[in-house]
């Protein structure tokens, strides 16, 4: 080849580069889309969801802490009646004693199939988890509203609905998610890290106990937030069994509601634009903002931890 | 009883990875307060027959051990020796530093918490101590409480060296130690190997035969799990006796 020519095929754009402009294109199309969608629903929800305080002036303090639902009523001072603290309560209730009661045993599990028996635990639980992810929570609610409930109260009194039967629920479901998550952050500790435990004359659990999962602590953390979402955002399994009444639970056995089964049961109830409705979407509004706020705190308590 | 002059006897010793022979019936003995060196091409089982010595091995699926290993005329591989317990007399260094990820002086204190030791003026005296010993005290002292994977890969090795240290072991395995570090990061863990020879039996596997000249006492040769070639140091790099040691060594194959 003559110089011109090399010179020419240089200064040409490549079909690789090409390619490679076209892969970049095509991937930052897919993201645009993606976070244009995410904008818009934080935009729709936020737009109805904050209405409720800016159109109709309902005092935002006296809607997280007044504990009467009743949009279409107004009290003695001729305040409508949003006190969203007894869905809130409920909310937070089922979910972080899903939370605190499937923690152990997912840890439990993991350890388990990771670093006890891992052929047991590739052959047999791994695909029990996967079913047990797979399984629609109409069937957990369902199964929740004939079984669970029943014994609730049979052991415990009362109509057995409640933030209890909610948690036994939950807790099934939130269960697989948070042991794969789990076993992922216990199979992502180095190898090395036991190798050195044990030649330090640890044993099998003081390996596992203070090498392992110490590590792997942000992971099992996350696993666990990931949980808490996921048990906070459900809504059909849960309103099946919850009892779904607007009150202040008074205690684990007696009928309460959470936010989403309130906004499952409402919506179709109510005119666009009116109070009853804004105030759903403002329940909505705090469905998105939790979770997000779970997440802000937790991920520092994992900061910290790593740190130490 | 005189303490015996060999710190490790390894007599006719086989290892098998299910059907395959790692090592075909190794003799050898370790001498006490000495460096010895472990030096034999990729897969001739140097680092098996270190995982014997502390039984690391036993965490392998479908490994059968044969032959004995006395540890100071203790036989490691006894019924009713417990590994755990000999562990804590065998220490041993990896290739890859491997610090976890916490700070400086938990790694150190590792071992001692796992035995149970809680008071924390026996923890800092032994923290200062194993770090003194593993000659990085000066470059830490002043950051103990920071996490030990924020260090250079050569501090994090002598860092390693100190939590061995910290357990007070009789033997010392070390494999490839320094084949992950630059050349000053090695020198400093020889010069720290050296120096801790005077309490300590060390077996080090290398690949760098500059590094076994220096610092061992004795080396031996192997190839294809068989000890080919055993003496001091000198006599093995200045005069082999064998065809395969000389060629090794001179770099004709491996
Ligand atoms: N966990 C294991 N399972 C099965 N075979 C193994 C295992 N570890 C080692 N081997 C085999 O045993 C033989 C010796 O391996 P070893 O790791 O002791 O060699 P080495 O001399 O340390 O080599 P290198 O210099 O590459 O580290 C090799 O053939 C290897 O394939
Ligand atoms: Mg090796």
């Known amino acids: 080849m003559k110089n011109d020519d090399i010179r020419a095929s240089l200064l040409k754009r490549s079909r690789a580069a090409k390619n490679e402009r076209f892969g970049k294109i095509l991937t930052g199309l897919c993201i645009l889309i993606i976070i244009t969608v995410v904008v818009a629903i934080f935009y729709f929800v936020a737009s109805k969801g904050l209405a409720t305080f800016f159109t109709d002036k309902v005092n935002l303090w006296k809607f997280l802490t007044g504990t009467i639902w009743n949009p279409g009523t107004t009290d003695a001072q001729g305040n409508p009646q949003v006190g969203a603290l007894p869905m809130i309560v409920g909310s937070f209730g089922v979910t972080f004693l899903a939370a605190i009661v499937a923690t152990p045993f997912a840890i439990g599990a993991a350890v388990f199939m990771t670093e006890i028996s891992p052929k047991v635990g590739r052959k047999v639980l791994?695909?029990?988890?996967?079913?047990?992810?797979?399984?629609?929570?109409?069937?957990?609610?369902?199964?929740?509203?004939?079984?669970?409930?029943?014994?609730?109260?049979?052991?415990?009194?009362?109509s057995g609905f409640g933030i209890l039967s909610g948690t036994f629920v939950l807790f099934v479901m939130i269960l697989p998610t948070v042991t794969s998550m789990t076993i992922d952050a216990l199979n992502s500790v180095p190898r090395n890290y036991r190798e050195a435990s044990l030649a330090l004359g640890a044993t099998r659990w003081q390996t596992i106990y203070k090498v392992v999962l110490r590590a792997s602590t942000s992971g099992i953390i996350t696993a666990v937030v990931f949980g808490m979402s996921r048990a906070f955002g459900e809504a059909l399994a849960v309103q099946m069994?919850?009892?779904?009444?607007?009150?202040?639970?008074?205690?684990?056995?007696?009928?309460?509601?959470?936010?989403?089964?309130?906004?499952?049961?409402?919506?179709?109830?109510?005119?666009?634009?009116?109070?009853?409705?804004?105030?759903?979407?403002?329940?909505?509004l705090l469905l998105l903002i939790m979770p997000l706020i779970f997440n802000i705190i937790i991920r520092k308590i994992a900061k910290k931890g790593a740190m130490r | 009883m005189a303490e015996p002059k060999d710190m490790i006897t390894v007599?006719?010793?086989?290892?098998?990875?299910?059907?395959?022979?790692?090592?075909?019936?190794?003799t050898i003995d370790f001498r006490r307060n000495e460096i010895t060196a472990v030096i034999g091409p990729s897969g001739c089982g140097k680092s098996t027959l270190l995982?014997?010595?502390?039984?690391?091995?036993?965490?392998?699926?479908?490994?059968?051990?044969?032959?004995?290993?006395?540890?100071?005329?203790?036989?490691?591989?006894?019924?009713?020796?417990?590994?755990?317990?000999?562990?804590?007399?065998?220490?041993?260094?990896?290739?890859?530093?491997?610090?976890?990820?916490?700070?400086?002086?938990?790694?150190?204190?590792?071992?001692?918490?796992?035995?149970?030791?809680?008071?924390?003026?026996?923890?800092?005296?032994?923290?200062?101590?194993?770090?003194?010993?593993?000659?990085?005290?000066?470059?830490?002292?002043?950051?103990?409480?920071?996490?030990?994977?924020?260090?250079?890969?050569?501090q994090q090795q002598r860092i390693c060296i100190a939590r061995v240290l910290a357990t007070q072991p009789k033997v010392i395995l070390m494999d490839e130690p320094t084949s992950a570090l630059?050349?000053?990061?090695?020198?400093?863990?020889?010069?720290?190997?050296?120096?801790?020879?005077?309490?300590?039996?060390?077996?080090?596997?290398?690949?760098?035969?500059?590094?076994?000249?220096?610092?061992?006492?004795?080396?031996?040769?192997?190839?294809?799990?068989?000890?080919?070639?055993?003496?001091?140091?000198?006599?093995?790099?200045?005069?082999?006796?064998?065809?395969?040691?000389?060629?090794?060594?001179s770099g004709r194959f491996g």
């Open chain 1, 126 to 158: 791994q695909p029990v988890i996967e079913l047990l992810v797979g399984i629609p929570s109409v069937v957990y609610g369902f199964i929740g509203l004939s079984v669970v409930v029943p014994f609730v109260r049979r052991t415990f009194g009362g």
């Open chain 2, 11 to 26: 007599q006719d010793l086989h290892l098998y990875y299910g059907q395959q022979e790692a090592l075909r019936g190794v």
């Open chain 2, 182 to 249: 630059d050349p000053i990061s090695s020198s400093e863990i020889e010069r720290t190997m050296l120096k801790l020879k005077d309490d300590y039996s060390i077996v080090i596997v290398t690949r760098n035969m500059q590094q076994a000249s220096r610092i061992s006492d004795r080396t031996a040769f192997f190839l294809a799990g068989e000890l080919i070639e055993y003496g001091p140091t000198r006599d093995i790099f200045m005069q082999p006796q064998k065809k395969e040691t000389e060629d090794y060594i």
């Open chain 1, 241 to 284: 069994v919850i009892g779904n009444a607007m009150l202040l639970p008074s205690n684990l056995i007696s009928p309460a509601s959470t936010l989403t089964s309130v906004l499952t049961m409402g919506m179709g109830n109510s005119v666009m634009g009116s109070l009853s409705n804004n105030a759903l979407w403002s329940l909505a």
């Open chain 2, 51 to 154: 995982k014997t010595i502390n039984r690391l091995n036993d965490l392998v699926p479908d490994v059968t051990v044969t032959g004995t290993v006395k540890l100071n005329g203790q036989d490691i591989y006894a019924p009713n020796m417990d590994a755990v317990e000999l562990r804590k007399e065998v220490g041993m260094l990896f290739q890859q530093p491997n610090p976890f990820p916490f700070s400086i002086y938990d790694n150190v204190i590792y071992g001692l918490r796992i035995s149970g030791e809680k008071r924390k003026n026996v923890l800092d005296e032994a923290v200062e101590r194993s770090l003194k010993a593993a000659a990085i005290w000066d470059e830490v002292k002043d950051r103990l409480h920071d996490n030990a994977m924020s260090l250079s890969g050569g």
